[in-house]
T-cell receptor, first 114, second 113 residues
């Protein structure tokens, strides 16, 4: 059972464009939603995270939009740059209980063309 | 502040052997989680340790085990290696648990031949 579904699997965007990656979750107990960026040969790096008490969080060119009723959240990368080319993972977790670990989406490979 | 350190970076083992991977968390972080990353299955949770106790476990066979020491350093062991165990093994550390910021190491690339 895939608890976090991520789309698209791959994405090609022109430099300066907006990259949008979507995730949907099933478990309503999830209360922490981070996004990770991973370059080849490296471990995932925390990019930005949101909790369900807010609908949007922005850090520089990166924005998370969160829709609690739809159980969806998305990552927007504004003014995408070739250096943003990487694989992006959404994840979710719930505090305490048996779900203290991160549940990851399958990842989106982003290519930003110059 | 040093990041999460995993050793070794690369390993080649033969089927049937066992392997031990090491993870040193960020100073002050007490939670260490392990994940397996493969192209087909993505990132899958193995187990989490906090204060030397396994607090959470993923859906992996008993060949996969781990432990945490009093200084929060952690090791994971895989016995009777199978070809399908070839993967990038990632360690993540958090102050308390993965519900707060979790920082990953660069991983150990295990190849089973």
């Amino acid at each position: 059972q895939q608890q976090v579904k991520q789309s698209p699997q791959s994405l090609i965007v022109q430099k300066g464009g907006i990259s949008i990656i979507n995730c949907a979750y099933e478990n309503t107990a999830f209360d922490y939603f981070p996004w990770y960026q991973q370059f080849p040969g490296k471990g995932p790096a925390l990019l930005i995270a949101i909790r369900p008490d807010v609908s949007e969080k922005k850090e520089g060119r990166f924005t998370i939009s969160f829709n609690k009723s739809a159980k969806q959240f998305s990552l927007h990368i504004m003014d995408s740059q070739p250096g943003d080319s990487a694989t992006y993972f959404c994840a979710a977790s719930s505090y305490g209980g048996s779900q203290g670990n991160l549940i990851f989406g399958k990842g989106t490979k982003l290519s930003v063309k110059p | 502040k040093a990041g999460v350190t995993q050793t070794p970076r690369y390993l080649i083992k033969t089927r049937g052997q066992q392997v031990t991977l090491s993870c040193s968390p960020i100073s002050g972080h007490r939670s260490v989680s392990w994940y397996q990353q493969t192209p087909g299955q993505g990132l899958q949770f193995l187990f989490e340790y906090f204060s030397e106790t396994q607090r959470n476990k993923g859906n992996f066979p008993g060949r996969f085990s781990g432990r945490q020491f009093s200084n929060s350093r952690s090791e994971m062991n895989v016995s009777t290696l199978e070809l399908g165990d070839s993967a990038l093994y990632l360690c993540a550390s958090s102050v308390v648990d993965s519900n707060t910021e979790a920082f990953f190491g660069q991983g150990t690339r295990l190849t089973v031949v």
